[in-house]
């Protein structure tokens, strides 16, 4: 899968993605990551990508004139790239759009910044308009960088071992279930006596009462309109 990401801070989002499984699968060749800057695309002596939005109001506006270069630039080579606008205003990312995404051979990821970009090339080029929280950051790099982990564990040959992100919170609509391990320090106990029974079914069952008791617990809202929320 290809991902390209248009930013105005390419290094930011490049040092964020070399180490840890995702460095590992672009090492490997599993992903591509490709990095644009809008100032390469901008027509301006000073390289610049952003001016006043009309009607005044604080801030400035990424310009669509760059942007536009820039993209056209992406399609020239991945014509059927979907793209997707990181900003507060959009859908908040979950799970489903992760493994909906993970299925397109390449994602283009705009990385707002200032107050926004022109609303005229999200209405035109922006297939997707996805948020990572009800809070606002100085820019769309981090959530470029949340999203580019979340769709690439998804794909074939990224992690380990394949089954992991098939048990990760949200996969099956529910939390993940609590897990111990080795501790020189407290030996064994707090730990469940089940997972130390050996009996794979019975852990298995142990498993999924916890998932749904801690989502119940502490995401009631993943199990609104759910039969077992009832």
């Not at 990572?132 to 981090?142: A, K, P, R, T």
Request: hydrophobic share 35%; aromatic share 8%; charged share 25%.
């Amino acid at each position: 899968m290809k991902f390209n990401v248009i930013t105005l801070f390419p290094e930011a989002v490049k040092n964020m993605l070399s180490f840890g499984v995702i460095g590992r699968a672009v090492e490997a060749g599993k992903i591509q990551i490709q990095y644009f800057n809008p100032r390469d695309w901008s027509d301006n002596k000073h390289r610049r990508v952003d001016d006043r939005p009309f009607g005044g109001g604080a801030g400035m506006l990424m310009m669509y004139d760059p942007l536009y270069r820039t993209l056209m630039a992406i399609k020239e080579q991945d014509a059927d790239t979907r793209v997707v606008y990181l900003s507060p205003q959009g859908q908040p990312l979950k799970q489903v759009d992760c493994n909906y995404l993970a299925t397109v051979n390449s994602l283009t990821l705009l990385c707002g910044r200032y107050e926004g970009v022109d609303q005229r090339f999200i209405d035109r080029h922006v297939d997707m308009e996805l948020s990572i929280g009800d809070y606002v950051i100085s820019g769309g790099e981090l959530a470029a960088a949340v999203m580019v982990d979340a769709v690439s564990r998804q794909l074939t040959g990224v992690l380990g071992d394949e089954s992991s992100a098939q048990s990760d919170s949200f996969m099956t609509g529910k939390l993940g279930y609590p897990q111990y391990t080795r501790s020189e320090i407290l030996g064994q106990s707090g730990v469940p006596t089940v997972l130390l029974s050996g009996d794979h079914k019975k852990i298995a069952s142990w498993r999924a009462a916890q998932a749904l008791a801690k989502t119940k617990q502490q995401r009631p809202d993943l199990m609104a309109g759910t039969s077992e929320g009832k």
